[in-house]
């Protein structure tokens, strides 16, 4: 894995999805370019990357003709992200973790991680540890505040946790203060419901999640007969003493095992087969346990009803909202803090002070947590500053300078504290010597912007745990000596994170450590793309290509291996 990397993209695997049918890419360390004509499908190799990744799916992804489209994923990962996967169900193998995706052609989507079914949304959370993409309309998110303070504090490495603590203290408080107001107005009214609630929640101890489970035994209980009926119709199929399905089953593997060592492809779907004998042996074994401890209980499924009733009817009274499950959690909430709402009630006026002394100390702890975190912040703001500009120095702005921002709200005022601090940051530049320094959004082009986010990526990924970054063209609005330095910095990138670039300038595609081209051919209505990895011969064709559009021009191929030369002297010095 690269140096300081902790994750990377090993393999992805394509299956008729749009434009390519079928196409298998491996990922190495370093940089890697993906190039290619336009409309050949370099795109929907991020698109692929995405749909793995938990974007949202379209039936109009699934090639022509197809009944659906696969993507696989294999990424190495991490400690913390194998433990997340392995939470849900899924397996971690050697350090890599397999994502698959599939689209029907009606639309339905389902994915799974590491062999266990699951969902995009947990997908999704999962890649922001794994793969950071940008396109051409990423930049804009350096136009944001809460961008801007992310990356400030990814940068600085900014403790927020005790800030967290502190300040959801306060707001507890806070919500606490005003509550209890509120209910002043009409103490004597909700202390007469309050005791009714602590009484009849305190003779029912309801417990979390108690609905679903009492709802599962009473659709047990009350199958009983037909559970035990079906039940042994399908075991006594399956172990019948004259037509035993387990019994074929193990006849059949004793005539295949005389087929073992005979060949080494046909010994792997053996050793399958065996497997799946014995896990549906596994699954009998377990049904005839299943069985066995079956029993009707009219007791126990009478109490049942009679608690499910008994909540329902505490729901009824007390819950919140038109969700049934998220309002009795609500009230088990409740009845967790009852007894404090009680004494706040009948505290009256004293508790009210008793609170606001509280959140005036609590206020005073928050201000102390939050200048702390704005100073370090103040700091990292000017540090990354200065190191941006450095990068955008080389990247052909000699005269370009960032400069970060950081605005200090009122700290006096409790409406100035957030969850982020009391800070507001934004990014300035000025592209010319003597220039005013402006916000990025209202000077820069879309060609700076792009340098100015590769910049900000080169310097914040020496921080970062993240191992895999994506560039789709955003070297647009970019050529020249630009292009060359936005190449090399893609390259200084890639030492510390793996990265994979999918360009239009050969100034960007020299610096490849690993360069595939996807390739496009035509056959009747449907277009098929491969993705082929090419030699260093083969990329002075495909560099030629992209300077010129004339692969086979003596002209281009010497200019591109004067471009491959200069890249080749880079390195050595």
Known sequence: MVKGAVTKLEEISIRSLGVIESSNIEFHDGLTVLTGETGAGKTMVLTALGLVLGSKSDSDLVRIGAERATVTGRFSVNKTIAHSISENGGQVEDGCAIITRTVSAQGKSRVLIGGALTSASFVADLSDSLVEIHQQSSAVRLTKPNTVRELVDSFGGIPLANYLVVYDEFTALQKRLSDLKSQMARRDSEMAELKDFIKLFSALDPKSNEIQTIENEISKLGSVEDINQYLSTALNTLENDEVSAVNMLQQARKELDRLKDKDAELDLILDRYHELVLGFQDVTSDLTSYLTGLEADPKRFEYLQSRKSDINSLIKKFGKGSDRSAAFEQLIEDGKNAAIRMADLSGGDERIKEIEEQLLKQFTRLK???????????????????????????????????????????????????NNGIDELEILFCSHQGGKELPLNKVASGGELSRVMLAMEVVIAQTQSIGTYIFDEVDAGVGGKAAIEIGRRLSKLSKSAQVIVITHLPQVAIWADHHLVVKKSEGGSVTQSDVLVIDQDERKVEIARMLSGQEDSQTAQQHAAELLHIVKESMIS
């Open 368 to 418: 102390d947590e939050g200048q702390k975190v704005s100073q370090l912040r103040n700091k990292a703001a000017k540090a990354m500053s200065l190191a941006v500009t450095q990068e955008i120095k080389a990247l052909s702005m000699p005269n370009g300078e960032v400069s970060i921002k950081c605005k200090v709200n009122d700290p006096d005022k409790a409406a100035s504290y957030t």
